[in-house]
Nanobody, 127 residues
Framework: QVQLVESGGGLVQAGGSLRLSCAAS????????MGWFRQAPGQEREFVAR????????GYADSVKDRFIISRDKVNNTVYLQMNSLKSEDTAVYYC????????????????????WGQGTQVTVSS
């Protein structure tokens, strides 16, 4: 069982920065990867970034590439999402999630691959 506690969401002006945190407990070290997703009202959940737990390999959605940075602290079982140069279209509820799947036929960018999810934290970027 994995539990996730998110923090760091809030209101920020366009061009600003924000850092999200997700503290994990349970069998986190057995996870293949952790990811960040976001969902705006009326839209489907969208992949943002992922990081493998063991070796820190990262991947990003094209929409956030070169602006967002995902990282993890293995000692404290925490994953971060540093968001820079924020745009109004980044406004959404952001979720962290744990990938425990061994099924590599499923894309690492699909929500259905992720077994556990945080409660979500609102990020609002004002213009």
């Amino acid at each position: 069982q994995v539990q996730l506690v998110e923090s760091g969401g809030g209101l920020v002006q366009a061009g600003g920065s924000l850092r999200l945190s997700c503290a994990a407990s349970g069998r986190t070290f057995s996870a293949y990867a952790m990811g960040w997703f976001r969902q705006a009202p009326g839209q489907e959940r969208e992949f943002v970034a992922r990081i493998t737990w063991s070796d820190g390999r990262t991947g990003y959605a094209d929409s956030v590439k070169d602006r967002f940075i995902i990282s993890r602290d293995k000692v404290n079982n925490t994953v971060y999402l540093q968001m820079n140069s924020l745009k109004s279209e980044d406004t959404a509820v952001y979720y962290c999630a744990v990938d425990l799947s061994l099924d590599y036929s499923i894309s690492s960018r699909l929500p259905k691959r992720y077994e556990y999810w945080g409660q979500g934290t609102q990020v609002t970027v004002s213009s």
